[in-house]
């Protein structure tokens, strides 16, 4: 279904270069879901056409509006870019939107409070109980978010968290999870986790699916339609590569990201084993639980 992004962005024509059919909204109706994207990424351009890419396969009218904290400037963002295509969190906080994504950010190793813009994020969460239908944290948005309403702390791990991970569904009945196959593929990529322990003792989370190797995957708020996430089913096929082959060449200790390329063998292409699921999950959630 088509799909509405700030005019000129970048990251659309860029998802269209890639040969994705991606139909465009000209005009918004009552159908249309209002999405607002809290991008605090540090490659604004590539986070927003791995969702753009998402989204514009659901079966619903979107229009995707871009979100900024106001009180941290990107480095890896132009000014330009910013002002383009991004709006204020004090200019939206009056609005409501249908969802909310708010994605991770590579910053795990610092705690909550010694993060510049943490006070402004806690005022988001608190916001869009309010003003947001259903929200999605992912990655380190979910601990935090995990951490800001019901104090669970994230955990450093011995070594990064890196590859492609199987996972089980505990409530397959869920909407969420309609269409799903039994055992589902998601990209972990992070120094710090979640104990299960910590989630199964909070009343107030129910946790959704889970990995024997990478841990705990889905949660969400009982009594709301909030989800914390803490793989990247958005990532593209290549970000891992990405990230490997970065790591490689600055000399830093990094490990085959596994069940990744073919044979576990870098020179051999990535093995797509997770976007079918995550096109059914972005779809799942925007029609059962957006509106």
């Known amino acids: 279904m088509p799909i509405k992004v700030p005019a000129g962005l970048p990251a659309l024509q860029a998802v269209i270069d890639e040969g994705n059919a991606v139909e465009i909204l000209e005009k918004t109706t009552a159908r249309t879901f209002r999405i607002a994207l809290l991008n605090i990424m540090p490659m604004k351009e590539t986070t927003e056409a791995d969702f753009i890419r998402l989204l514009a396969t659901s079966d619903e009218e ?15 963002a132009s000014p330009e870019h910013m002002s383009n295509y991004y709006h204020g969190f004090n200019e939206l906080k009056d609005e409501h939107f249908d969802g909310l994504i708010i994605t991770g ?9 010694e993060v510049t813009y943490w006070p402004e994020l ?44 199987p996972h089980t569904i505990a409530r397959p009945e869920l909407p969420l999870f309609h269409d799903f196959d039994s055992t589902i593929y ?38 709301t339609r909030d989800f914390f996430i803490t793989g990247h089913s958005e990532y593209a096929l290549y970000t891992l590569d990405g990230e490997y082959k970065r790591d490689v060449s600055k000399g830093l200790p990094i490990e085959l990201p596994l069940n990744y390329y073919r044979d576990n063998d870098p020179a051999n292409e990535p093995v797509n084993l997770w976007q079918h699921t995550a096109r059914k999950l972005f779809g799942n959630w925007l029609k059962y639980y957006c509106k």
């Open 122 to 165: 806690c005022t988001i969460f608190n916001w869009a109980k309010e003003h947001v239908t259903s929200t999605l944290f992912i990655c380190w948005a979910a601990q935090a978010g995990l951490y800001q309403r019901f104090g669970i702390q994230k955990h450093l791990l011995p070594k990064k968290m890196f590859g492609i991970f």
């Open 186 to 223: 998601v990209p972990h990529s992070r120094h710090t986790e979640l104990h299960r322990e910590d989630i199964v003792a909070c009343d107030s989370i129910e946790l959704l699916s889970e990995s024997d190797i990478s841990g705990v995957y889905i949660m969400q708020e009982k009594d």
């Open 62 to 76: 979107i229009e995707l509006t871009l979100m900024r904290l106001d009180t941290h400037t990107p480095k890896h």
């Open 105 to 113: 950010a590579p910053i795990e190793k610092i705690e909550y409070e």
